[in-house]
């Protein structure tokens, strides 16, 4: 399941099994720093700077594999603007703080993927940035570059919490952040921001928020910190999606760890819930909040399981029954798509897994469930499934109308207990 | 086929880790038996788990044809493998009586342990001729002056009948196979006589049917020949005799003095009992062989499968596993907490452990064990005499108990001088009772101890490795019943009492036990959808309370993008670890909880 995908596999020869994938995930793994909780594939430091900087390889060797990507994609489903090849909905730079590329960099890969993906006149393009003034990067070049989304990992108001969690901006750069957003017409403004942060209180917690709601933002992601550990979950091998954990990043979670508290996170989730309800803000998913109209359609893309591609190191992709990804070491990123020697590029490696048909009923029942749609009420009936959706409403977990079922806030919070037991 | 007085049968008898596998190892090359390619290491120990552990679990025969450089005659030499850990002294000694000889090897760094005094007692006592070995001699802190000195002193071993070798260089291995033809006794027996074979092991091949191990006392026995089970009176023609080289290598025959194993065909567990003798249905000996004693449960635990509905295959699994371990019994019981079960005797903790593992293994079972309890003896009021309690939940009322007896072992310790103290001190605490102290050489003594077996098998074995860095062995054998100051301990879960958790204890202890073991269990049970107290009662007295806090929630809440891999392994471990719990009333409570009072350390 998890060897190197085999060469026949890559070449695209298969039939086609679902649609063309109209959404598109670049990682850009460059940090100025490294935050201790951040799972995500990052570098750092002389990566992104001076004469070592390895940005500009990185950016050819993100078109070089935008290329090998459609030429499979065009295998498969014919060339660009054939019947089964509609251009992409949506485009999503995410990293890693994909705002520390030049807008030039963006504009110049926007540009291979309209040529050889399409970009719908109406695509959403998000850009992953950071609030601070050295790596939020400009706003009206990446505006200019195509970009109609941008997305600011905030996390919090509170400048000591901002210090506990690594980060290197201040509560108060997120308001120039968006300022300068909107400044550039960008339509579109995500703030993240994270709860059961060590030292945060419901006092803390309710300031940021508030704070957040006063830039107007279109949309907010409210992320529980969550420690994992991907070394123990056996993500971090040669072709693994994920790096090794630093270990002082290691000994900061085991630190953290004890310093959360699941009684205060609940606390926090149904507070924000209920204050965001107040505002007319709708729960889209279980740690999504927007205003009408500004859903992240790439994210939907994912909780709707409908195909989408991706490149750049430990990015995943779905194509409708396979679910493949890039192995997270940059330097065979690099030495794959920009050889040394001269040679032709080839695809960087990776893994993938076929989903069968038992798990992919599964994975749309839970993907389905994390949204407010819910899923369809007759599931409840499946003999396999009356147990645990009889358990969950008899704990007020959901909440049937119509024809949908869908969970409750207390529902979202045991989310993981329902689950569990209908996977 | 080599005459009878070309036969030596024996054994190796040895302390774990002193060396046996590897000189087995050894004489099988150096026989031919096996040749260098084929060559694994621990060959007889075939089991995973053997492997695993390090130990012989099972006794296994072998056939090594060997040529004697005294007379240039072929020798056929049987070795039936013993098992090396103190809880298999009855596979040892039934290994033994298969046998005229025994070669004793010990670890010449290490010295004489607990179970080399004990093995070399079992083999004096079947009358074998001993052929002692000093091992690794090679190794630098080999002090084998020393050793001589301690085999003289304490077990009246001559020096110039040991020999000296290394089985991993192959030093001195030759003299032993010498040893073998020259010292030990060929078998007695009438080839012509009545057939009588005594069944010293066996195991159940899905196309052979039952395979027992013989040991021929007296007679021959043929192929095809219609034989008879003397203690089951189960009557067959049998599909095949063989040697064991150390595959099954079939032959036409087998007489008197020889080992082999006899293919039944019967499919019955219970037709072919080892220790049962074997003889022929036409012309049937008079008498059976002196067979074994039952082995005696000295650990009792409920074994119980985690889904209900395996029951059955539990029980056609111990029926099975039973054939190849007579040493463990079993019969059917019922608890509330866990529904039906099979309440197990074993011969130790250890050996309760690798029932567990191969029923788990090789059967494929989920199975819950409940804390292992000794076997009491409980005389009851008005003189309605005296009933045997191997299960602490089923232990009467306070007020219909006159006495409680439990067992109590003699137990010997073999240990460096310098940890004298820490092991008094760790061997009193648990009850036990010094006896006498002897020295084995300047900085080695042999202690003796009389001690509850109750406080034995908790974790007293893991506190002597850890408290002498693993310097100390020991062995222990039963010593009787005394009359002790009991009480049982109920544990209840979310209010309802769970009988497989309950325990029996010193009155004195109650309380403190206990306490850490409502905290032990507070820390196994996860968070439940609502609170769960933990109570440890006396009767109707709580002496103990935990409570495991209420869930708040159980969400990804995490932005891990189009990664819906690892999000749906999450949920698959959530789920296997959900699988892996018993239901007890409305609490999940997780396999390692009922074991608790075994990881509650120094209690």
Known sequence: ?423 | MIPQDRLRNFSIIAHIDHGKSTLADRLLELTHTIDARQMTSQVLDSMDLEREKGITIKARAVRLEYTSSRDGLVYGLNLIDTPGHVDFSYEVSRSLQACEGAILVVDASQGIEAQTLANVHLALREGLTIVPVLNKIDLPSAQPELVLEELENVLAIPREEVILASAKEGTGVPDILEAIVARIPAPRGNPKDRLQGLIFDSHYDPYKGVVVYVRLAAGTLHEHEEVRLMASGAESEILELGVFRPGLVPVRSLSAGEVGYVATGLKSVRDAQVGDTITSAGRPAAEPVPGYQEAKSLVFAGLYPLSGEDYPLLRDALEKLHLNDASFTYKAESSVALGFGFRCGFLGLLHMEIVQERLEREFGLDLIASAPSVEYQVVLTHGRGTVAVDNPSRLPAANDIEEIQEPWVKLSVVTPASYIGPLMELSTNRRGAFQDLEYLDPQRVLMRFHMPLAELIVDYYDQLKSRTAGYASMDYEEAGYRPANLVKVDIMVNGEPVDALSLIVHRERAQSTGRVLVEALRKLIPRQMFEVPIQAAIGSNVIARETVRALRKNVLAKCYGGDITRKRKLLEKQKEGKQRMKRVGSVEIPQEAFLAILRMGEG
């Open chain 1, 1 to 423: 399941m998890t060897e190197r995908e085999p060469a026949e596999l890559a070449t695209g020869l298969e039939a086609a099994s679902g649609p063309a994938p109209r959404s598109l995930y670049v990682h850009v793994p460059f940090c100025v720093s490294l935050c201790p909780y951040c799972d995500f594939v990052v570098y750092t430091g002389r990566s992104t700077r001076g004469p070592r900087s390895r940005i500009d390889a990185f950016v050819g060797a993100l078109s070089q594999e935008l290329e090998l990507r459609a030429d499979i994609v065009d295998a498969r489903f014919g060339a660009l603007g054939s019947v089964a090849r509609r251009p992409l909905d949506t485009l999503y730079f995410g990293g890693g703080t994909p705002s520390l590329l030049p807008p030039a960099s963006i504009a110049a890969l926007v540009q291979v993927v309209r040529e050889r993906f399409g970009l719908a006149t109406e695509a959403e393009v998000t850009l992953e940035a950071n609030p601070g003034p050295d790596d939020r990067g400009d706003a009206t070049g990446f505006a200019d570059a195509g970009v109609t989304r941008l997305s600011l990992g905030a996390q919090s108001f509170q400048d000591e919490e901002l210090r506990t969690l690594g980060r290197r901006h201040r509560g108060a750069h997120v308001a120039d952040a968006v300022l300068a957003a909107r400044s550039a017409r960008i339509a579109s403004i995500n703030i993240d921001l994270l709860y059961d942060v060590p030292g945060q209180t419901l006092a803390s917690w309710t300031d940021s928020l508030e704070r957040a709601l006063a830039l107007a933002p279109d949309h907010v992601s409210l992320y529980a910190l969550t420690l994992d550990d991907p070394d123990a979950e056996g993500l971090t091998g040669e072709l693994g999606d994920h790096l090794p954990t630093r270990s002082g990043a290691r000994r900061w979670r085991a630190a953290s760890r004890r310093r959360q508290d699941d009684e205060r996170a609940t606390a926090m989730y149904h507070h924000a819930t209920a204050l965001l309800a107040g505002e007319g803000w709708r729960a889209y998913e279980i740690s999504n909040w927007a205003r009408r109209g500004h859903e992240s359609r790439h994210n939907l893309a994912y909780w709707w399981r409908q195909p989408y591609e991706a490149v750049g190191p430990g990015a995943h992709a779905f194509d409708g029954t396979r679910r493949r990804w890039n192995a997270a070491r940059l330097e065979g990123y690099l030495a794959a798509l920009q050889p040394p020697d001269g040679s032709k590029p080839i695809l960087p490696p990776g893994s993938s897994e076929t989903v069968d048909a038992s798990t992919a009923a599964a994975e749309s029942m839970i993907l389905g469930l994390r949204l407010d749609t819910g899923v369809p009420a007759e599931l409840m009936a499946e003999p396999a499934l009356t147990d645990a959706f009889a358990w969950a409403k008899s704990l007020g977990f959901l909440l049937v109308d119509g024809s949908r079922v869908r969970l409750t806030t207390r529902g979202r919070l045991f989310s993981n207990e329902l689950f569990a037991r209908l996977i």
